[in-house]
């Protein structure tokens, strides 16, 4: 349309300075000076023209377009073709949309989500996409250039919305990673009919409100003396069992100690008899004993010999 416009300009212009130079060479006789300025104008104007048109159809045709990229050809308004990359040639009154065809990467924050019991979840997102290049013409033409954010940024939000209700604001952060996934299949799912292939999306961050991640710290802190408690309570129950082992242990060492007295006792009464009896009562009479008065009727029997000891007269 800006070439039209030109070229509409650019023969309006010349033809006005083409007619002033004709009819001041007509008006004027043969070989004066007017003749002459009237052919000048005439050639300018001529000269003019062939630039203009020239130079304007020539930045209007030729069209450079980069690696990973492709042209939409436009014409009126209606897409009527497309461009591959390198160095391309278009009629001077088409127009011509670049678009990417390598791996892009869109950046969503603060996508508002709830949980199942409505907290606020706010999530932040990254989808690595693409469009396939032979595609391009098609989803243009029934789409539009702005296909992105009618097909891709409104399907994000939603699915996301849909994934997070289905937990608890706190398993939330826990299944991450299941949420990714059902996102990422849903979404590739519904844009690869537009030929627009998802390559990949990331969750970069998961956020709630103040008030909520203030109640969950003062849970944290909660069951951490909880554990703690917990831990004393083991720590003084093991104290006591050990206390009962050691009082256990020292029954059982007094009782082996009664029971092996005990038995030794039975055996040393088991071992007395009246002979050793009289032995042991002999063996702690003095040496110098001459006379034992003994009872009668005890039944004691002691060898005579023991008594007989020669007489030093001491």
Partial sequence: ????????IAVIVCGMVFAVGRITHASAKAGTPSSSRGLVIMLAAAVLFVLWAGLHTAAASIRQIEAGHVGVVY?????????????????????????????????????????????????????????????????????????????????????????????????????????RKAVLERLAAELAPYSVNVQDLLITSIEFSAAFKSAIEQKQIATQDALREQERVKQREAEAQQAKAVAIGKADALREEARGQADANKLLTESITPQLIQFQAVQKLSDNVQIALLPSGQGIIIDPATFLKPFTGE
């Fill in 75 to 179: 014409q009126f308004g209606s897409i009527v073709g497309q461009k591959d990359e390198g160095l391309q040639l278009i009629a001077p009154w088409q127009s011509m949309r670049v678009a990417s065809v390598q791996v892009q990467r869109a950046h969503f924050e603060n996508i508002e989500c709830f949980s199942a019991e409505t907290q606020d979840v706010f999530i932040a997102a990254a989808v690595n996409y693409s469009v396939s290049e032979k595609a391009v013409q098609t989803l243009y033409r029934t789409v539009g250039a702005r296909w992105f954010d009618r097909l891709v940024e409104a399907r994000v939000q939603n699915f996301f919305k849909e994934e997070t209700v289905k937990y608890e604001a706190v398993d939330v952060a826990p299944n991450r990673e299941r949420i």
């Fill in 1 to 8: 349309m800006a070439w039209i416009v030109s070229m509409v």
